[in-house]
């Protein structure tokens, strides 16, 4: 299970860094999707790591401003988030969406969820 922290209140500008921690199994080869749901809303699918780390996407809405990073040895996937917005608020998840690297539908693929961390973007 895949679990999420380092959520907090921020003021629109700031930034934070994410963590994904996998416990009882390796995060590797999986690849790893971090995913956010804000109040409601649908969950939407941030951005994706292949299992080397190579590889990455990200949606529209963050692209330029967060980074997707991991390191196998810790078992651990990283979201640092720059330049957020009010409509950053959300809570935050992370799953595998594959092996080895994200497919194209990576956004439904989400597996493994564990318990989310929440962003609260405000002044």
């Known amino acids: 299970q895949l679990q999420a922290s380092g959520g907090g209140l921020v003021q629109p500008g700031g930034s934070l860094k994410l963590s994904c921690v996998a416990s009882?199994?390796?995060?590797?080869?999986?690849?790893i999707g971090w995913f956010r749901q804000a109040p409601g809303k649908e969950r939407e699918g941030v951005s994706c790591v292949g299992s080397s780390g190579g590889s990455t996407t990200y949606s529209d809405s963050v692209k330029g401003r967060f980074a997707i990073s991991r390191d196998n040895s810790k078992n651990t996937v990283w979201l640092q988030m720059s330049s957020l917005k009010l409509e950053d608020t959300a809570l935050y998840y992370c799953?595998?969406?594959?092996?080895?690297?994200?497919?194209?539908?990576?956004?439904?693929?989400?597996?493994?969820w564990g318990q989310g961390t929440l962003v609260t973007v405000s002044s």
């Open positions: 009882g199994s390796p995060v590797h080869p999986y690849a």
């Open positions: 799953a595998t969406v594959g092996n080895l690297w994200c497919p194209t539908d990576w956004q439904t693929q989400g597996r493994s």
